[in-house]
């Protein structure tokens, strides 16, 4: 246990001031948007009703989400794009950087020569890359807790359409906790896909390429699925078909929410056996 806390907390302190950086952009995105939902829902609205239905049907419109609304206006202009690419950003980042990153550079062979095992290793850098990564996640959502009231996100909002009047609830906290957990499902299962990848070949390059062309092909796929029906079976293999249709921070988490945890166990077991039964590559 000594060895496994000691890998631990040195590869959090390593990462530190990388790991401030990328929380303090977020929160930065996080800010801004929140800021301008006075001035801006109308706009969004407007311009998301002149858009196709293929696109508006990808911003998980199609539900009855209103756009004018802080929910609505959180979801299409935060939590429907931006902010989970953040976190499957930085999810790549750290599950490259656990084992292939310093492998490339030979760090990891003199790591392993001190008593510690592969083992201690693998799941040492694991539990920091989810603590790191959870951190990031609990800290934005805070701070966008705390602007919820700053910008008038948590009153009521009233909107009519063709005569008809609607009253939509104001944001929670309990909302922005939903929103952000399905995030960070998202994040953290990519992250154990480039963790699997790096552990398994010992190559950043190809745990990065791989886990980024994962998200992006699946961003794809489930983009194009919405403009022919052809491929929708296909769709199973995208986190967006969920993520998106299920919206968790407008209508609660969901099962599915489940589906990227798991990914994460199972990559974190198929990582850990490759990287004990192969030999380091040389850099």
């Known amino acids: 246990m000594t060895g496994f806390w000691h890998v631990y907390v040195r590869w959090l302190r390593d990462r530190l001031v990388s790991s401030l950086v990328w929380t303090v952009g977020i929160i930065i995105i ?18 998301i009703d002149s858009s196709s239905p293929a696109m508006t049907s990808l911003l998980g419109l199609g539900q009855g989400i209103d756009p004018r609304s802080p929910l609505g206006y959180l979801w299409i202009g935060l939590y429907a794009n931006i902010y989970p690419w953040m976190l499957m950003g930085l999810g790549v980042v750290l599950g490259s950087a656990a084992i292939a990153g310093e492998e490339d550079t030979g760090a990891l062979e003199y790591l392993l ?33 705390i602007c919820l009231p700053l910008f008038d996100l948590t009153h009521a909002s009233t909107t009519t359409v063709n005569g008809v009047t609607t009253t939509a609830p ?5 909302d922005i906790f939903n929103g ?25 390059a190809v745990a990065i390429g791989g886990a980024t062309g ?8 489930y983009t194009l699925a919405n403009m022919t029906n052809s491929l929708k079976p296909l769709t199973w293999i995208s986190p967006w078909r969920w993520y998106v249709a299920d919206a968790m921070l407008v209508h609660g988490l969901t099962k599915n929410v489940l589906w ?14 490759t990287f004990l039964h192969r030999d380091l590559q040389n850099p």
Not at 30 to 47: E, H, I, M, N, R
Not at 119 to 133: C, I, N, P, Q
Not at 214 to 220: F, M, P, T
Not at 260 to 273: C, N
């Open 214 to 221: 994962l998200g992006v092909g699946g961003y794809v796929l």
């Open 30 to 47: 996080v800010v801004a948007t929140a800021a301008f939902y006075p001035s801006l829902a109308d706009v969004t609205a407007q311009s």
């Open 260 to 273: 990227p945890f798991a990914t994460a166990v199972i990559a974190l077991l198929a990582g850990w056996w």
């Open 170 to 174: 104001g944001a929670t906290a309990a």
């Open 113 to 145: 020569s001190k008593p510690v095992n592969r083992t201690t290793v693998a799941f040492a850098r694991y539990a920091a890359m989810v603590t790191t990564l959870l951190g990031v996640a609990a800290v934005s959502a805070l701070s966008l807790v």
């Open 180 to 204: 952000t957990l399905s995030s960070f499902a998202v994040g953290l299962g990519l992250a154990g896909i480039a963790f699997l990848l790096g552990a398994a070949t010992g190559k950043k």
